[in-house]
């Protein structure tokens, strides 16, 4: 089985930046496509950016189009969100995860398609 360990949350005003990580380790991380969602109270959880396995593949929800970068190093088993001009709803808690079938592109991605998720982190965005 595999660990997610998601960091570089926190607290930040609207406008601002931050960077989060998530390194893995038990699975072969190079073999599968990463995800970040997030989950807002009260709120269902959400996709926001996707890369595949070999980072040739790079989706983004139409919020974060722009603002949002995903990136991914196979060399340190690390997936990273840099966050840039962050709003007031972009407060969640963010969430990486591991899809379940290597070597696997996905066009859409869906909640399903992960079966390795981190703890979370949580970003705030003060107005």
């Known amino acids: 089985q595999v660990q997610l360990v998601e960091s570089g949350g926190g607290l930040v005003q609207a406008g601002g930046s931050l960077r989060l990580s998530c390194a893995a380790s038990?699975?072969?991380?190079?073999?599968?496509?990463m995800g970040w969602f997030r989950q807002a109270p009260g709120k269902e959880r959400e996709f926001v950016a996707g890369i595949s396995w070999s980072g040739g593949s790079i989706y983004y929800a139409d919020s974060v189009k722009g603002r949002f970068t995903i990136s991914r190093d196979n060399a340190k088993n690390t997936v990273y969100l840099q966050m840039n001009s962050l709003k007031p709803e972009d407060t969640a808690v963010y969430y990486c995860?591991?899809?379940?079938?290597?070597?696997?592109?996905?066009?859409?991605?869906?909640?399903?398609?992960?079966?390795?998720w981190g703890q979370g982190t949580q970003v705030t965005v003060s107005s």
């Open positions: 995860a591991l899809a379940t079938i290597p070597f696997r592109t996905y066009n859409t991605y869906n909640i399903a398609d992960f079966d390795s």
């Open positions: 038990g699975r072969t991380f190079s073999r599968h496509t």
